[in-house]
């Protein structure tokens, strides 16, 4: 599967921004998330959503700012980041595993290009 991130950009602390990851094959297949990499720092899993949408993980960092969601019937995956941070400056990816074991996803199976995301203070 093909993985198309968009959504990325410039924005102040405390602002918001949604990313999309349109996939080319079905979305329903498989267990779906978004991986960040900030410079000079690994990549990190930052949030995924099982195959049929209904289960949710967070990396602490995140939880209770970032939603991801879902639409398999659009083939689209999406990164709802509120209340954004400069800590939160990165790349960010999106990935796909196939296999159905649950939580973040720390070795995809498929990932995309990233999109950047900078948080001025």
């Known amino acids: 599967v093909q993985l198309q991130a968009s959504g990325g950009g410039l924005v102040q602390a405390g602002g918001s921004l949604r990313l999309s990851c349109a996939a080319s094959?079905?979305?329903?297949?498989?267990?779906m998330g978004w991986l960040r990499q900030a410079p000079g720092k690994e990549r990190e899993p930052v949030a995924a959503?099982?195959?049929?949408?209904?289960?949710?993980y967070y990396a602490d960092s995140v939880k209770g700012r970032f939603t991801i969601s879902k639409d398999n019937g659009k083939n689209v995956v999406y990164l709802q980041m509120n209340s954004l941070g400069p800590e939160d400056t990165a790349v960010y990816y999106c990935?796909?595993?196939?296999?159905?074991?649950?939580?973040?996803?720390?070795?995809?199976?498929?990932w995309g290009q990233g999109t950047q995301v900078t948080v001025s203070s």
């Open positions: 990935a796909a595993v196939t296999s159905s074991t649950s939580g973040l996803i720390l070795r995809p199976d498929y």
């Open positions: 094959g079905r979305t329903s297949s498989y267990r």
């Open positions: 959503i099982s195959r049929s949408g209904g289960l949710t």
